[in-house]
């Protein structure tokens, strides 16, 4: 991995800590473009590190992209709207962002020959049924599309795809340890809803993955289990002492699906298994769709998905195990009611 590297949405919670584990290493700098000041001061007091270089800017502005990209090797691209209802409400701010954002952060990145772009992309991307995931989805066209008509590139855009992080903004966790705290009931949309699991540390050895694995066009998915949302919730209420919670169904939200895949139907048959990983390389077909309709692919499409209600799936006990390797949980059950 290069020596200078960027982190777009470095003051999320996903961003921070690829940024604690990029500082871990011997990275020379590390530059972080987001928009929120505040956070930023946060982040800059409590790391206190003088290799992090701060960029107050907007990956919707070219401008403030290509300041933050100038001289850098290697760029992780995280920022992004990535709360389903909000989106559902403002679409065009999601398209905005999460589109014509990672199409300036890849273009940017091209321009001053950077060697890697590894793009943030999420489930919701796969069979897509709100504005997020459908927005998340043309992030993914785009930065493939990059790497199809730019195959003399120098900047080897790759994506990769995540589920639930856990204890990331907008995670669920950080609600249900509110409500037993406060001795309400838990709310949990429906229970047999199901959405995998993945730590913040499984999820940057996933970046590690692709910035040392990836062929341009590349996308990369780490195999995770999945539990209900009922689970979820009655490991988190047996964490802090109470093994019978009351629940509270409460419906699903705008734009919420029952359960999510991280691999469609269609990418796992041509996926290839390395492990604890799955590779969809890059369809680089050209647009000669004559061979297509005279011949077809060849391919029967006989597969499933790869999804959060056929992964393996973990019971009370076993999401209690995860959920203690997350520090912020472990922090909480430290910390007197």
Request: hydrophobic share 40%; charged share 25%; aromatic share 6%.
């Amino acid at each position: 991995m290069g020596q200078r590297l960027l982190v777009t949405g470095g003051t999320g919670s996903f961003g921070r800590t690829v940024v604690r584990d990029l500082l871990a290493s011997d990275a020379d700098e590390i530059r972080i473009l987001s928009r929120d000041e505040a956070k930023q001061d946060d982040m800059r007091r409590e790391f206190a590190d003088t290799r992090l270089r701060f960029f107050l800017g907007d990956v919707r502005d070219i401008h403030s992209v290509r300041e933050a990209t100038n001289g850098v090797d290697n760029i992780f691209h995280a920022a992004a709207l990535k709360q389903v209802p909000s989106c559902e409400f403002f679409p065009m701010q999601a398209v905005q962002t999460n589109v014509a954002g990672s199409s300036n952060v890849i273009n940017a990145a091209a321009e001053v020959g950077v060697k890697s772009v590894v793009c943030l992309s999420t489930d919701k991307a796969v069979y897509p049924i709100n504005a997020m995931g459908i927005s998340k989805a043309m992030m993914e066209k785009v930065a493939q599309a990059f790497a199809r008509n730019h195959p003399a590139s120098e900047t080897t855009v790759s994506i990769t795809r995540y589920g639930n992080v856990m204890y990331s903004r907008g995670s669920v966790i950080p609600v249900f340890v509110g409500q037993v705290r406060a001795g309400r009931p838990l709310s949990i949309t429906d229970p047999h809803m199901t959405r995998f699991l993945m730590s913040l540390e499984d999820s940057v050895s996933l970046v590690h993955h692709a910035f040392d694995n990836a062929q341009p066009g590349d996308l990369f998915v780490r195999k995770a289990p999945a539990c209900t949302v009922e689970v979820l919730a009655r490991a988190v209420a047996s964490l802090f002492g109470n093994d019978d919670p009351q629940i509270n169904v409460i419906g699903a939200r705008h734009g919420e699906k029952l359960f999510e895949s991280l691999l469609g139907r269609e990418e796992r048959a041509r996926s290839e298994d390395m492990g604890d990983y799955y590779r969809v390389p890059l369809d680089a077909r050209g647009l000669e769709y004559e061979l297509f309709f005279d011949e077809g692919t060849g391919q029967d499409i006989e597969i499933d998905d790869y999804n959060s209600h056929n992964t393996r799936r973990l019971g009370v006990e076993q999401v209690k195990d995860l959920l203690l390797t997350i520090p912020a949980l472990r922090a909480e059950l430290e910390t007197p009611a």
